[in-house]
């Protein structure tokens, strides 16, 4: 039988620590679907509109519950989600929930070096259920890049990684096989399809 880490007690004051902020809850709502990215408290002002000082005090907070994890990168100090936490995955799921999985989705590839356009190719299955997705990435990614590609979507579907299939290709490639209407690129450009990194002259609207 599974046991809580936590007793009930505890588990609520847990609680009111995590949902007692809004400035609290834009952070997460930030950075968990971004776990590639860190954020300063200088950028998350710009990015959400909030005062340094209340992302400070916030930012701090969720580091000492583990939430999050932070580091001086240069001159700044930058949040990450902490993908170690045991709290990881349910707020990630509750974060999914408030801001809508496309845009979550989205977020997994935010500013990602080298990627031109991506999207997911098929129907999405459902947590539990078997079946598999494509992540279609077309650009010039660094290998050590490609793994998380698959793993951050993923846990946005609360998937297994193996539920999602990478297809890479550079931008000659993808262009090439375009033009010799290749039966898999064409297939997955008229299937069922959600756009993650758009790029008009990559993704043609009406490939036939």
Not at 88 to 107: C, D, H, K, M, S
Not at 135 to 143: A, S
Request: aromatic share 4%; charged share 20%.
């Amino acid at each position: 039988m599974s046991r809580s880490p936590v007793e009930p007690a505890a588990g609520a004051v847990l609680l009111e620590e995590l949902f007692s902020s809004r400035v609290r809850a834009a952070v997460l709502c930030q950075l968990l679907p971004r776990p590639h990215l860190g954020f300063s408290l200088t950028e998350l002002s710009r990015l959400l509109g909030l005062p340094i000082s209340s992302l400070q005090h916030e930012c701090y907070k969720l580091e000492r519950l583990g939430v999050l994890t932070g580091r001086r990168e240069g001159n700044a100090y930058r949040y990450r989600g902490n993908v170690e936490s045991s709290l990881n995955g349910p707020l990630t799921a509750l974060v999914v929930v408030a801001i809508g999985e496309e845009a979550a989705l989205r977020a997994t590839l935010d500013a990602v070096p080298g990627v031109h356009a991506a999207f997911l190719a098929g129907d999405v299955p459902q947590s539990g259920e078997n079946g598999s997705v494509s992540l279609v990435v077309i650009g010039d990614v660094p290998l050590e890049e490609l793994d998380a590609l698959e793993s951050r979507p993923a846990a946005v579907l609360n998937l297994p990684v193996s539920a999602i299939e990478l297809a890479y290709y550079r931008p000659d490639d993808w262009r090439a096989k375009l033009q010799q209407a290749n039966p898999f690129v064409m297939s997955i450009l008229t299937g069922k399809r959600l756009d993650l990194v758009s790029n008009d002259g990559l993704i043609p609207a009406n490939p036939l």
